[in-house]
């Protein structure tokens, strides 16, 4: 079946740090990425919308400056969040989508922790 | 602002049918409807989708009616380990398909 991976599956930075989560899509060609961040006993929110090759769509009330998002091929997308601070502590999520019209299910990875100290 | 309704939470016991009802009385034509479980500290699982009618696969089924405003995803048979929070959500497999997610449904199976 369809996997999605992540990493780090865990990261505690310094404020003012910059970090960097991978999402991956291990055994098919993700044309749509997304990326979710979830607080603690809260459903998802969705941040970003990024098609590769082109620039990230995003949500309303998310800073394209700050979670900056790269999806350069078409099994790898970024998340950068930069200086970061400790209101981006959250849990990560990012879902790929395979291309083609009626390839509507979204392959989700298993998350990442960012601590932000 | 999301599309769907579901009950906040719900128990049952190991080995009884659950059923959780999601309501989604603006889903338009090109939506389809969704159901994926999460458990703490994991992103979400698949677990099932439909259009209309009933679609059943090895872990569960799930119910549309006529009207498609509501749908029911029915587990057979629950365990301990299926204790997490279970989504609906709609979306229109035309577009980016963007999926806007509720609060879901906790659910808690006891011994």
């Known amino acids: 079946g369809a996997v999605v991976s992540q990493h780090p599956s865990r990261v505690i930075c310094k404020s003012g740090t910059s970090v960097k989560i991978e999402c991956r899509s291990l055994?098919?060609?993700?044309?749509?990425m997304f990326w979710y961040r979830q607080f603690p006993k809260k459903s998802l929110m969705l941040m970003a919308t990024s098609n590769e090759g082109s620039k990230a769509t995003y949500e309303q009330g998310v800073e394209k400056d700050k979670f900056l998002i790269n999806h350069a091929s078409l099994t790898l997308s970024t998340l950068t969040v930069t200086s970061a601070h400790p209101e981006d502590s959250s849990f990560y999520i990012c879902?790929?989508?395979?291309?083609?019209?009626?390839?509507?299910?979204?392959?989700f990875g298993p998350g990442t922790r960012l601590t932000v100290t | 602002l999301a599309k769907t309704t579901q009950p906040i939470s719900m128990d049952s016991y190991e080995g009884q049918e659950v059923n959780i009802t999601c309501s989604h009385n603006?889903?338009?034509?090109?939506?389809?409807i969704t159901w994926y479980q999460q458990f703490p500290s994991q992103g979400p699982r698949f677990i099932i989708q439909?259009?209309?009618?009933?679609v059943t696969n090895e872990v569960a089924s799930l119910f549309i009616p006529a009207d498609r405003k509501s749908s029911t995803l029915s587990l057979p048979r629950v365990s301990l380990s299926d204790t997490a929070v279970y989504y609906c959500l709609v979306g229109d497999m035309d577009s980016n398909y963007q999926l806007i997610w509720g609060a879901g449904t906790k659910l808690i199976i006891k011994p």
């Open positions: 879902s790929a989508r395979e291309g083609g019209r009626g390839s509507y299910e979204q392959y």
């Open positions: 603006n889903i338009a034509t090109n939506d389809y």
């Open positions: 055994d098919f060609q993700a044309t749509t």
């Open positions: 439909g259009y209309k009618t009933k």
